[in-house]
């Protein structure tokens, strides 16, 4: 039995989207926790009374979030302009803002 060269053409496209978006979702559950991570810590770091250090903590936050997003849309070969993932990639750093004011 032989694969038709289109065919074989057609099931590498699509395992190279699989590897791409596996990739992708790896490297985003690695970031995430270092996002949360940030936010998490300058609240705690707001209770002690450290509030510019929680500030910065929480923009470090939404650096990393909109880096993370980035990174993920250049793996997935998509364009970088989507305003609905960049509201969702910010959520947590805009979660972390509003317990700090």
């Known amino acids: 039995m ?3 060269t289109r065919d074989r053409a057609t099931q590498l496209i699509a395992l190279r989207k699989v590897q791409r978006r596996v990739a992708a979702i790896g490297f985003f559950a690695v970031a995430v926790h270092g996002i ?6 300058g609240n705690i770091v707001d209770g002690q009374g450290r509030h510019g250090d929680a500030i910065l903590l929480t923009v470090m936050s939404g650096v990393l979030a909109l880096i993370t997003y980035g990174i993920v849309r250049t793996i997935l070969q998509r364009g970088l302009w989507s305003p609905v993932w960049i509201l969702i990639a910010i959520t947590p ?6 317990q700090l004011a």
């Open 2 to 4: 032989t694969i038709d």
């Open 93 to 98: 750093t805009v979660i972390a803002a509003t």
């Open 36 to 41: 949360i991570g940030l936010a998490v810590v």
